[in-house]
């Protein structure tokens, strides 16, 4: 579609018919008259499903979260879930975080779920992500829904959409409900709840899922490893707070630290510039409190309660955050652990990534006898995975980004129960005279020492959008022969699903779906990736670089080596 100014006004002139209320069409003629800026914004396009559901600024627009266009998609959803699922009544439940109008939101999500003739049980109040996840299976639903946009700034909401396993939306369904949303006009909506069918949950849930949490997240790390584990926790005002310190007090750990001016639930996010814990400065406040009580380990969670930040003391005994590769590394190898000492490796066990994360992961699984398997971004790529190999047992899995699955009680990443796996992990390390972060040093002395970095470049907005396309395509077209002097010997386009060898030009097909993402791999061993996030307004280039570690007492060493690495690919890539 062409967007032109006239074009735009068409689709904003739409707003000021009476299928929309007259708070939203005197929004719509006051952008009209005085912000063209802000309409073009709101209306050069329908907001799209991403990584993690539909997610965009809030306010009027078809390219922005409100209850039209969240109501366009359940009505969507209805329709489908009513022709996927005829034989029975479906039912679907429905949780939401913190954020403004998060509440107000998932009451309009149930009404048009029951206007429609669908059973909603929704949460009375703010919940986990994960526990909504759980809920899914749980009450044995078609369908659920969490109002949220995770980790996004605080102007952001959004949409997730699980489905009967408890994963988010992937083919065919996703396609299929997109198709099916795209078919209705806003006059399609039917707001008019039928209240008997909602029906309001709470502690019956929250009872079990806690339950289950701690014993998925419990390895049986003695009371007095547990009494020596100082714990600092932040909910950085999200959804957490209803849930972790519960689960951590019935696994036994007492010497928990809350971050009191984070603990209230505040979709404005007051104290941080950013409720991200992948962003440092968003664990300040639990920092300093962490300094003051001498704790072990520094856990901060985001909104919606399924991302952990995870800071722990080097060897320099100062707290340090870990990047999601670093805690996937070492809770991966946690469970591998204990699955092998309690159950024994049968060898139809996997664990899971994705393909911008540390090649370390492939490594560990060869050394356990296990299978790893390799998705798209996204854990519900992961979630997929269950469910398309019931036969195999999953372990666990995570990725670059922040956040963990320990098992498949939830099917999405879960930092209730991660949490807990980190503190557990603490207490055994800690009791044994090693550390958490003694225990990865000796992982990448054992499976290879890898060392990442991923450079963000936010661009804002439909010129933003289009700049970022513009890069995907001048790196598709003129692929770079050398980066930081290492020759360039494999790409491979996930668009386009080939891999190029560069050595021998030979090329062969990549058997996963595709996705916007260019991989490109050096003859030093170097992976950089490329591709567009679809949840926040920016291009994000994942650098891994690597290194034969023989004994972590050269840590620092090779470690410096990593680093000059990473400095210099960047450099030379001009991300810095
Ligand atoms: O944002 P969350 O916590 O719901 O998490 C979702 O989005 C993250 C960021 O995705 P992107 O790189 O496309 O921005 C993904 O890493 C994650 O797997 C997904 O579940
Ligand atoms: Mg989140």
């Known amino acids: 579609m062409q967007i032109t100014e006239s074009s735009i006004k068409t689709r904003a002139e739409e707003w000021l018919t009476p299928t929309f209320d007259t708070t939203t069409q005197e929004e719509i003629q006051n952008l009209l008259k005085n912000n063209p800026e802000e309409l073009k914004e709101s209306f050069y396009k329908d907001l799209e499903f991403g990584t993690g559901g539909m997610r965009g600024i809030m306010g009027p627009g078809t390219n922005r979260i409100n209850k039209y266009t969240l109501g366009k998609s359940t009505q969507g959803l209805s329709n489908y879930l009513l022709k996927q699922f005829s034989s029975v009544q479906p039912k679907a439940v429905i949780a939401y975080d913190c954020r403004n109008n998060s509440d107000t939101l998932a009451q309009t999500v149930a009404d048009v779920f029951s206007a429609n003739g669908i059973k909603v049980y929704l949460f009375s109040s703010l919940r986990p992500t994960p526990e909504l996840s759980f809920a899914v299976k749980e009450l044995g639903c078609h369908c659920g829904i969490v109002l949220t946009a995770s980790h996004n700034p605080p102007e952001y909401n959004g949409y997730k959409v699980y489905w009967e396993d408890g994963g988010q939306l992937v083919p065919p369904q996703d396609n299929e409900i997109i198709t099916e949303i795209n078919g209705l006009k806003y006059a399609d909506i039917k707001f008019e709840a039928n209240a008997e069918l909602i029906q309001k949950i709470d502690t019956e849930i929250d009872t079990v899922f806690i339950e289950q949490s701690v014993q998925h997240g419990s390895f049986a790390a003695t009371q007095e490893a547990k009494d020596n584990t100082t714990i600092v926790f932040t909910s950085l005002h999200g959804t957490s707070i209803t849930a972790v310190p519960e689960t ?8 928990v630290h809350i971050v009191k001016e984070q603990e209230k639930p505040d979709g404005n996010f007051p104290t941080v510039k950013s409720p991200n814990p992948e962003e440092p400065e968003a664990l300040t406040m639990a920092m300093e409190l962490a300094k003051k009580v001498n704790a072990d380990i520094v856990i901060g969670t985001d909104p919606d309660c399924d991302r952990l930040g995870i800071a722990v003391r080097n060897h320099d005994n100062e707290l340090q955050l870990l990047n999601g590769n670093q805690t996937m590394i070492v809770m991966t190898w946690f469970l591998l652990e204990h699955y092998k000492n309690k159950v024994g490796i049968k060898g139809n066990e996997f664990i899971a990534s994705t393909i911008v994360s540390t090649p370390m992961m492939k490594n560990m699984a060869e050394a356990y006898g296990v299978e790893y398997k390799e998705v798209l971004t996204g854990f519900k790529w992961i979630a997929k ?27 999405d990443k879960d930092a209730v129960t991660s949490t807990l796996l980190a503190c557990e992990i603490v207490a055994f390390a800690k009791a044994k005279g090693s550390s958490f972060y003694n225990t990865l040093l000796e992982l990448y002395a054992k499976h290879g020492f890898y060392k990442e970095n991923l450079v963000s470049l936010v661009k804002k907005g439909m010129d933003g959008a289009a700049e970022i396309k513009q890069i995907m395509i001048d790196l598709r077209n003129n692929p770079p022969k050398l980066i930081n002097e290492e020759k360039v010997v494999l790409i491979e386009d996930y668009q386009t699903s080939k891999v190029k060898n560069i050595q021998d030009a030979t090329e062969h097909t990549i058997d996963i779906p595709k996705s916007n993402v260019l991989i490109f791999y050096t003859e030093a ?14 291009i994000k280039f994942y650098i891994s670089v690597q290194e034969h570690l023989d004994t ?12 000059d690495r990473i400095g210099a690919i960047k450099k030379d890539l001009k991300l810095t």
């Open 248 to 255: 951590l007090s019935k696994a036994g750990y007492k010497n």
């Open 552 to 563: 972590v007492s050269n840590f620092s060493i090779v470690h410096q080596q990593l680093e």
């Open 385 to 411: 995975l269950i469910k398309d190999f019931p036969e195999q047992k999953f372990i666990g899995g995570g990725e670059e980004s922040f956040g963990f699955m320990v098992g498949d009680f939830v099917r």
């Open 525 to 538: 061993g170097s992976k950089i990736a490329a591709r567009p996030s679809g949840t926040e307004p920016k």
